[in-house]
């Protein structure tokens, strides 16, 4: 069965640092998967995806991600901080016949952005 | 091109009661999948519609249904309110086939009282 985890529930940066979000998945075939973040009261906003090909993307608001299959992981990265990236971020994973569109989400690692 | 609409934005309603929400998809997209998000379960998938018909389901009862219109338009309906169905309700749409991301609508938030 399919299921993402997120080791770190609550992650605190300083605003200008860089930024690194776990996330690791568990998938028999090659996964379909992504980021997702969202802010309080709102839906989810896709980062950036991964389908196949170059394991290294990049997504929107300068966040990239890498997939390294031989990890199972798929982490998400900024190099810079800024305020506005506080938020809830999701990973998730997309499987079964319909492959992207049934998705098995992380239990997300809120953002803390400090001046 | 708009985003995906949901409707209401607020519920409350009553244990027992039944309640219907609705999901406008971006146009052309044609599927339509349902989550719900608790802080105690974490965001779970419901199911999805692709051209009118159920094309995946995940663990919830048969109080959890849904159903897509001809114009991609969908709502989901629970029956017999429980005061643990109170959560987020989050509809995705999708053009529909595999390899296309999901876009998320703002979410209904539903209080069971």
Known sequence: ?115 | KAGVTQTPRYLIKTRGQQVTLSCSPISGHRSVSWYQQTPGQGLQFLFEYFSETQRNKGNFPGRFSGRQFSNSRSEMNVSTLELGDSALYLCASSVGDIFYEQYFGPGTRLTVT
């Open chain 1, 1 to 115: 069965a399919q299921s993402v985890t997120q080791p770190d529930i609550h992650i605190t940066v300083s605003e200008g640092a860089s930024l690194e979000l776990r996330c690791n998945y568990s998938y028999g075939a090659t996964p379909y998967l992504f980021w997702y973040v969202q802010s309080p009261g709102q839906g989810l906003q896709l980062l950036l995806k991964y389908f196949s090909g170059d394991t290294l993307v990049q997504g929107i608001k300068g966040f990239e991600a890498e997939f390294k299959r031989s990890q199972s992981s798929f982490n998400l990265r900024k190099p810079s901080v800024h305020w506005s990236d506080a938020a809830e971020y999701f990973c998730a994973v997309g499987a079964g016949q319909t492959g992207a569109n049934n998705l098995f989400f992380g239990t997300g690692t809120r953002l803390t952005v400090i001046p």
